[in-house]
C-alpha cells in the first residue's frame, strides 16, 4: 500500500506504509480500491434507502396513517454473513 502524506504528497513522493488493515504490513488487499468500493456502497443504501423512504411517506400522509408533523422512529440493520457483521441503527426522522 502505497500512502502520501504532508510534504511528500505535495511533491509526489511514495512511502510504503503498512495498512492499519493489515498490522503485520503483508498486503493483501487494496485499501484504495477497499475504500472506494464502501463509499459506493453507502451512497447506493443512502439514495435507495431515502427514495424509499420518501415514497412511503408520501404515501402515508396521502392515506393519512401520518400527520405531516410527525417524528418517525427508524432503524437501519448492515449485515455483512462473510463477516458476520450485524449492527442496528437507530435514530429518528422528522417530518417538520
Known amino acids: 500500500m502505497r500512502r502520501r502524506y504532508g510534504a511528500a504528497a505535495r511533491r509526489g513522493a511514495d512511502f510504503d506504509l ?5 498490522p503485520r504490513g503483508e498486503t493483501f488487499m487494496n485499501e484504495e480500491t477497499f475504500n472506494l468500493s ?3 456502497f453507502l451512497k447506493m443504501v443512502g439514495v435507495n434507502s431515502q427514495r424509499e423512504i420518501e415514497q412511503a411517506v408520501a404515501k ?12 418517525l422512529a427508524a432503524s437501519m440493520t448492515l449485515r455483512i454473513g462473510a463477516l458476520r457483521l450485524e449492527v442496528e441503527f437507530d435514530g429518528e426522522i422528522h417530518l417538520e
Open 60 to 71: 402515508a400522509v396521502a392515506a393519512g396513517t401520518i400527520a405531516g408533523a410527525d417524528t
Open 38 to 40: 464502501i463509499r459506493k
Open 18 to 22: 503498512p495498512s492499519p488493515l493489515c
